[in-house]
């Protein structure tokens, strides 16, 4: 007999979780993030559809993290990841607000019910659910609210129990690898074991394979760098979050020697702390380094965010003087060596590579990709499942948002090509020890590589496995292309729901007639380039802008803000002298 709704259970346990009835919540660009005090019934109701969402797939295990990964310590969050490791189905975002926004345990059962029907979802299915959190002290409750949620939706006596897994503390990429690994474990492509000592170990067998292989593996620096063995030390500013602690435990699995590491920011106990002034998102919208980090010149430093799945890379020279590598570098940077590997391995007529970007892309990395490594680049709209969507149609997508948020994605087939190449018995052996070297390194690579989601841990390991490979510092690497002067600052706005984007959020089509002034703006800068998207993680509209001249980028930004916040509802006081 096929399961139902045990109304009665599910109303009571409802009934401790009661709806706020003046919020409308929204499964944004990465889940439903805002403060933590409004979140309890969303994370009893995610509980619910997490389970649905796995017996709509048969029982294959579905992930769901508590996270606000870059947004400050009182806010908090929660996203679902579907069975590969991939963020929740955007067929299924829909469900998850209506959900959401039930105002009464009678019509969560409602809308409960239409869900099920909706999607076919047999109830009589089994459900498997594995769920983390990061560091912030206001996922203790949540958590336990989520788990009410996920242990109420039994769905009556028939059904089977649902299986539980907590994860704990993680960071948001090794939730995502988890959920992969389990529902690959039988498959006859395993992605690795579901632990996080077995994520830790995937990642130091592959790094170790690659900075052993480094002399015979690749091209020696173009630009003649003595010979270096190890590169020296890394300092890794953590963002007081959960990056800090899994980054020391990494680094007992693999060693110092491999990964000499200094980590900073790591206070993961002091309320206030987290993203505090540090972290990727600090580092890049105020193009410094965080506070109370002085850069030794020319040494590398990173920034991972809140629950590590953003890094960007910076050094300084020797005025001091600040440079950002961000995540449009890291694209370009990994796309340059693995274009280069692909062809040292004799793969590049099968192996095409692509890169994916989104609107806050520095032009000047869109160029250099497209002119220089003549490689083609899709503009997507912000939020890594977009991304990650678009690169699946390449053998190798590369894709990263300008913010550090990325990775790189294997073709299945390309994967088997890969492997199948390494097969002394293949119809195409090696021609001879570096085409051997370099495929050996592309199989390492996408080892390496956390395929599921952005990662900063493992996308640190591939920018160290670059330099190491290329033996370049950072300002060698940063030589390849000048980014534009850009400038990104947030305006806060009573509606941010009234802007809406076309064009991969290039173009605004609400406000009526705003995107006419903006486009008058930018005709005046020699360079100009702006545009304004409504955040999907924030309560705020973001205006970018970049030109050829620092002043003249920073005008346009503030000159596009104050449009903005003039005629499209400006919350607050009007700041009197700019955005930043
Ligand atoms: C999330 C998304 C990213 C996005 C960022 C900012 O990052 O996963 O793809 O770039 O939010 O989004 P928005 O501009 O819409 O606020 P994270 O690191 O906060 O999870």
Redesign the pocket.
Known sequence: MASTLDQQALAAASAQHPKLQHITYTYG??GFRTEADLLDSVMFRVGLLAVLRSKNLKGKAIGVMVTA??NPEKDNGVKLVDPMGEMLHGSWEPYATQLANAQTDDLLLAALDSIVKATGTDLSQPAHVVYGHDTRPSCKPLVRALVDGLSSATFGSEAPKVELVNAGLVTTPQLHYLVRCLNTADSPDPYGEPTIDGYYRKLAAAYTELSASRASGHKPSPFGLRGRELLPAITVDCANGVGAPKLKEFVKVIGTDYLPVIVVRDNTTTAGQLNLNCGADFVKTQQRAPLGVKPIAWQRYASF?GDA??IVYYYADADGVFHLLDGDKIATLAAGFIMDLVKDAGLDDKVKVGVVQTAYANGASTKYLTEVLGVPVTCVP???KHLHHAAESYDIGVYF?A?G?GTVLFSPSTLAGIRSSLDSATSSPAADESQLAARTNLRALTELINQTVGDALSDMLLVETVLLHRQWTPAQWDRAYTDYPNRLVKVLVNDRHAFETTDAERKLVKPEGLQAKIDALCKEVDGGRSFVRP????DCV?VYAEATTRQAADDLVNKAAYLVFDEAGGKGTRPASGFF
């Open positions: 660009t990465a990964s870059h965010d799945d953003r912000t939020g890594v948002e913010n948020h955040s999907g993680t924030e973001r």
